[in-house]
């Protein structure tokens, strides 16, 4: 049984080329945010090297060391500061030089491949070029446009999607969630099973969530002067950005998602009826262009614009009632 939930048809793709002993040199799972790419990587990668008959079995030796990223056969290259380095791609190769210690492959699980610089992404591609035998890399990548295309033809690419929230719901229960909180979990998630499953072993990241969004919601209907101060708190604070700005979209397209009468489900159900207090106070036109302020900030930021620059511009188009004092 592989730990994942969802992506049945990848897991059935990746057990079906281990039995048959036909594994690729390179593999790219990409797909959005905490979609579940670095769980099913992990499991392929236990899949792999477990030590029983049926994998991944999960508490074998090779299974908990992976499990912990500390298999002596398996190099795990994550970004450090936004980035992939040349030296980390370097290290790895000095690594998947040698032979196996204990595995039967070496693999080296590089966590968003999207983030390599372009120094680091051409010394990637040279071993993707000239593979080492008994070697597999594990690529992921949010933005799999991002990487080269030379990369990307040389990996078997797995795209995964989004999962449907009864999806999520279900297999939270199934992990001992009360409906209740399964249920706003699977919401909160729209489709990210790995921020759902995180929220449900660790308190602190809906704690977190509730703490961003309070603000978020203070600041729509604060002053100029408390917006440019939440500008400068979160623009010191780089790193969480992408997590805030999503929370932030969320609420305003859950606005926009009750004020156009739409019956789609919103995400944030915790907090439906403020949600249809505001989708009544701003209306559809006002919803709709504080969420694409939101998507156009994160992609701004994304695009390495001045952090404090493009929040104080955030904040300065956002509606609501903001006073000049
Ligand atoms: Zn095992």
Same mark, same amino acid.
């Given at each position: 049984?592989?730990? &994942? ?18 594994? !690729? ?16 990587? %992990? ?6 090297? +477990? ?5 991944? +079995?999960?508490?074998?030796?090779? +299974? ?12 795990? &290259? ?26 039967? #492959? ?5 966590? %968003? =491949? ?19 035998? @008994? ?9 799999? $446009?991002?990487?080269?295309?030379? &990369?990307?033809?040389? +990996? ?33 998630? %729209? ?8 929220? !449900? ?12 969004? $309070? ?6 209907? *604060? ?9 400068? @708190? ?14 932030? *979209? ?16 919103? =995400?944030?159900?915790?907090? !439906?009826?403020?949600? !249809?207090?505001?989708?009544?106070? #701003?209306?559809?036109?006002? =919803?709709? @262009?504080?969420? %694409?302020?939101?998507? #156009?900030?994160?992609?701004? &930021? ?9 929040? $104080? ?8 009632? =903001?006073?000049?004092?």
């Amino acid at each position: 049984m592989w730990p &994942i939930i969802g992506h049945q048809w990848a897991v059935e793709l990746l057990t079906r080329s281990i039995e048959a002993e036909r594994l !690729s040199h390179a593999y790219l799972f990409s797909g959005p945010p905490q979609v579940g790419k670095t769980m099913l990587v %992990r499991a392929f990668a236990q899949a792999i090297q +477990c030590q029983d008959e049926d994998v991944p +079995c999960g508490h074998c030796r090779s +299974c908990l060391l992976i499990g912990q990223d500390k298999h002596p056969d398996v190099h795990v &290259i994550v970004p450090e500061n936004n980035r992939i380095k040349i030296e980390m791609i370097r290290d790895m190769q000095r690594s998947v030089a040698l032979s196996p210690v204990e595995g039967r #492959y070496r693999i080296c699980l590089i966590s %968003r =491949a999207d983030l390599a610089t372009p120094s680091a992404s051409n010394a990637l591609l040279k071993t993707l070029e000239e593979p080492p035998p @008994k070697v597999i890399l594990l690529l992921t990548a949010d933005r799999a $446009e991002a990487l080269l295309s030379t &990369i990307i033809s040389r +990996c078997q690419v797995l795209p995964l999607r989004l999962l449907p929230t009864e999806q999520i719901v279900t297999a939270l229960c199934a992990r001992g969630l009360s409906m209740e909180k399964a249920q706003l979990l699977g919401h909160l998630a %729209r489709g990210r099973v790995g921020w759902a499953i995180a929220a !449900s072993e660790d308190k602190q990241v809906l704690a977190g969530r509730n703490r961003v969004l $309070e603000e978020v919601t203070q600041v729509a209907e *604060g002053s100029h002067i408390a917006r440019f101060a939440w500008a400068q @708190k979160w623009s010191s604070r780089p790193e969480q950005i992408p997590h805030v700005l999503e929370i932030m *979209g969320s609420w305003w397209r859950d606005v926009l998602l009750l004020a156009s009468g739409s019956t789609s489900a919103i =995400a944030n159900i915790d907090h !439906s009826s403020k949600l !249809s207090e505001w989708a009544s106070r #701003y209306g559809v036109a006002e =919803a709709q @262009k504080a969420l %694409r302020g939101v998507q #156009y900030t994160a992609w701004r &930021i994304e695009h390495n614009a001045n952090l404090r620059l493009a929040l $104080e511009v955030l904040m300065l188009d956002m509606p609501g009632g =903001a006073r000049t004092t």
